[in-house]
């Protein structure tokens, strides 16, 4: 996934925002400010806009699903504390459209660390008459 790309993509998540840190990584966060939760890291640029690692939350299914397959590895760092998070190194295992659909799912388990009330206030994981 290209740098342009991930970026564009996770921006167009709800409630998201953006900061530059670790060495220069663009780290992806849902909620406000004080209460946002980290969702997606995008590092290590080729000199080509191509992305050689992103970091993301997952579920425990699929990191056990993904750990082993080509293109990705526990992610550093997070995945060694205990923390449920993968990187993808390359587009070996799925292209982009399959994996956005991880970030999406990233997104979304992170907003569940939110408080409730933050969560119903950004109208984040609603439910109406038993319906996602």
Not at 8 to 26: E, K
Not at 63 to 77: I, S, T
Request: positive net charge; glycine residues 10%; proline residues 6%.
């Amino acid at each position: 996934m290209r740098r342009e790309n991930f970026n564009r993509f996770c921006h167009s998540l709800p409630h998201t925002s953006h900061v530059v840190q670790w060495g220069g990584a663009d780290v992806w966060k849902v909620g406000d400010e004080g209460q946002a939760k980290v969702f997606a890291v995008g590092m290590g640029d080729d000199g080509t806009g191509d992305w050689l690692a992103v970091s993301f939350k997952c579920s425990r299914l699929s990191f056990d699903m993904l750990k082993d397959a080509p293109g990705f590895r526990p992610a550093p760092y997070l995945a060694s504390r205990g923390m449920i998070w993968l990187q993808r190194t390359s587009p070996e295992s799925m292209d982009d459209p399959a994996f956005e659909a991880y970030l999406r799912e990233s997104h979304r388990l992170a907003s569940l660390n939110l408080p409730k009330a933050r969560q119903r206030a950004l109208g984040l994981n609603q439910t109406t008459a038993g319906r996602p």
